[in-house]
């Protein structure tokens, strides 16, 4: 039931985890621990005696010594597997690999659980924590990798830095063809983001502290409070959490971001839908992503390939208008209801229409308007509206149905897009009201811009051409291609995930075709 306020399809986000940073160049770099930065026969003579301390205390891997410490020596014990002061993504697809192995028995493994456990606290330092991982990477690979005997551990080390990631994203992506559509990277940016704070074991549910559940307003005080910020904070709308459990001013803006790039209605109250939410698994959260990115794929070519076009997506109820790479307006729309969905396609917006007549399809007058017109012979002049050759068409006019100006794109389902006198329905979050055409709020701002490469459609002269009056159209000389789509998750121009209701039920659909085609 939500709203998208301005997403983006187009511009970049740098979310990359700085860890697949080093994929790029298919040569891994290690930050180093701060005792360990320089490289000379000091330091050389302090890891060799740090590399004795751990393995005198860790008596149980020391005849493991030599294969550990070959993977240190381009590293100087640095660090494999951190990023800063967290275990990466490679150090925790190792645990759960080792974890899976059969029969794999590894000294240390409640010191090594430990560390996977942020409830706990005086954990060992990060140079013995990372030696511990090192340990369990060397014995993991002696059990699993016995044809690659020849090989030194460093080296597969390598492999198996490179290759945890593939494995991640290879469910989604073939790796070997790029996708020419930036909002697929964006998806796949946020799937590695939950991927990793799925692995930190750090999203716990929110249990509200009163049943039934009372909305929360600013001011309030509540363990409920307490449990959203922390989820906010995990989620990137606040940059620090207080544990506080005061709905205050920093919290207050952390929920209207949240609000606003998952498509609620912009307010700081803090309903029970909203905490349904935010309690929804981060497992199905990394489904929706991979859905969306393989709906990336399928549209790739043709954005690709398209300089100038409109997009409008059913899920988020907005529609971009792109040119030369650049988001040129974005407004609200609303859709068909879920018995007159609007389909799904791509096609080509070849004229404008002003002032438009609406002709009224005949299932809405057999359904809707013949009992009225029966029982009221003044019913068509009260709405404006007249027979004509055995039809019924609603004269041009401010109460039109289309409004003052419609977009045209040839499709067998004969939909539009249109201008609508009913301005008050984009306040509503769910906007499933039309019979299946598109209805833009902002659609005599798109006329413009779409026309600002024709010098003789001045504002003056658009102005007079909606005035209501008479029905006037122009046909475009170059054409511009319109996708309806349907993406239950967006990143927008800010690099913030959006996801919005499934309100055709397409998602659960596709979920349910996978899981056929799994069997």
């Known amino acids: ?69 070959s993977l240190y020596k381009t590293r100087t014990l640095g660090t494999i597997w951190f990023d800063e002061d967290e275990i990466n993504e490679f150090g925790s697809v190792l ?24 409830s706990l606290e005086n954990n060992p330092s990060k140079t013995d924590a990372d030696m511990l991982l090192s340990s369990m990477y060397v014995l993991y690979t002696k059990k699993n990798n016995a044809d690659k005997k020849k090989l030194s551990y460093n080296d597969m080390l390598k492999d198996f830095l490179n290759y945890s990631t593939i494995e991640e994203s290879s469910a989604t992506a073939n790796l070997d063809a790029k996708v020419e559509y930036d909002q697929y990277y964006k998806l796949e940016d946020v799937l590695k983001k939950y991927k990793k704070l799925d692995r930190s074991h750090k999203w716990k549910p929110i249990v509200p502290a009163e049943s039934p559940y009372k909305d929360l307003r600013p001011d309030a005080v509540s ?64 489904e929706t992503l991979k859905l969306n990115m393989e709906r990336c794929r399928a549209i790739a070519a043709q954005i690709a390939a398209s300089d100038e076009y409109v997009l409008v997506n059913v899920p988020s109820y907005e529609m971009v208008y792109v040119k030369n790479g650049k988001i040129q307006l974005t407004s609200p729309v609303f859709v068909g209801a879920p018995l007159t969905k609007t389909t799904i396609f791509n096609g080509e917006i070849d004229r404008i229409v002003f002032s438009p007549y609406w002709t009224v399809p005949q299932s809405i007058v057999q359904n809707e308007l013949r009992s009225k017109i029966a029982s009221d012979p003044n019913y068509l002049a ?97 054409k511009v291609p319109i996708y309806i789509t349907y993406f239950t998750s967006l990143v927008n121009e800010n690099g913030e995930i959006g996801f919005f209701q499934d309100v055709y039920e397409k998602d659960k659909e596709l979920t349910s075709q996978s899981a056929v085609a799994a069997q």
């Open 223 to 286: 363990s409920t409070i307490a449990q959203v910020r922390t989820r906010l904070y995990l989620l990137g709308d606040l940059k620090e959490d207080s544990k506080s459990d005061v709905y205050d001013r920093e919290l207050m803006d952390a929920v209207m971001k949240y609000k606003v790039r998952n498509g609620f209605k912009p307010n700081y109250i803090l309903a029970e839908e909203h905490i349904k939410e935010m309690n929804i698994p981060l497992s199905e959260k990394m």
């Open 382 to 478: 009260e709405k404006n509206m007249e027979m004509v050759n055995g039809q019924v068409r609603q004269k041009p006019g401010p109460d039109n149905s289309l409004g003052l100006v419609k977009f045209m794109f040839p499709n067998s389902d004969d939909i539009y897009m249109h201008d609508t006198p009913s301005k008050t329905l984009f306040d509503f979050e769910k906007r499933t009201f039309s019979h299946g055409c598109i209805n833009v709020k902002m659609a005599k701002e798109l006329a413009v811009a779409m026309l600002k490469d024709y010098p003789e459609w001045t504002q003056a002269k658009i102005d007079k051409a909606m005035e209501g009056k008479v029905e006037s159209s122009f046909k475009l000389s170059k």
């Open 95 to 118: 645990y759960e690999k080792a974890k899976k192995t059969n029969d794999l028995v590894i000294p240390y493994q409640n010191e090594i659980d430990k560390l996977f456990d942020d």
């Open 1 to 69: 039931m939500r709203t998208f306020y301005s997403f983006t399809v187009i511009l970049g986000l740098s979310f990359f985890v700085s860890s697949y940073n080093r994929i790029e160049n298919n040569t891994p770099t290690y930050k180093k621990t701060p005792a360990t930065l320089t490289v000379n026969n000091d330091s050389d003579l302090a890891n060799a005696e740090k590399a004795n301390d751990f393995f005198k205390r860790y008596s149980d891997l020391k005849k493991y010594k030599s294969d550990v410490m």
